[in-house]
């Protein structure tokens, strides 16, 4: 069983940057792809950003790319998620998700374990 714990979430003025942590309690965090997901109010929840379990690869949302980078450091049993030029719209609860071994995959079902999210609020 993996467990995951957000922060980094807050308040941010547009243009504003925050960065994301994941911390994860499992051994083997390195062979798990992580993703970020983000859920607002009404919405479905949607793929932000994935990392490679090595972090040689990486994917974005369309709406994300170019302002967010994720990054890991497998020492650390850790993945971020730098967000920069933050706009009103990024608003949301933030979630990090991990699935074994399995890359690719930007839909929330395919991931196996998730943390209990982090509020996101840009003022605009």
């Known amino acids: 069983q993996v467990q995951l714990v957000e922060s980094g979430g807050g308040l941010v003025q547009a243009g504003g940057s925050l960065r994301l942590s994941c911390a994860a309690s499992e051994r083997t965090f390195s062979r798990y792809v992580m993703g970020w997901f983000r859920q607002a109010p009404g919405k479905e929840r949607e793929f932000v950003a994935g990392?490679?379990?090595?972090?040689?690869?990486?994917a974005y949302a369309d709406s994300v790319n170019g302002r967010f980078t994720i990054s890991r450091d497998n020492a650390k049993n850790t993945v971020y998620l730098q967000m920069n030029s933050l706009k009103p719209e990024d608003t949301a609860v933030y979630y990090c998700?991990?699935?074994?071994?399995?890359?690719?995959?930007?839909?929330?079902?395919?991931?196996?374990?998730w943390g209990q999210g982090t509020q996101v609020t840009v003022s605009a």
């Open positions: 998700a991990a699935v074994f071994e399995k890359w690719g995959s930007r839909l929330p079902r395919d991931y196996d374990y």
């Open positions: 990392i490679s379990w090595r972090g040689g690869s990486t």
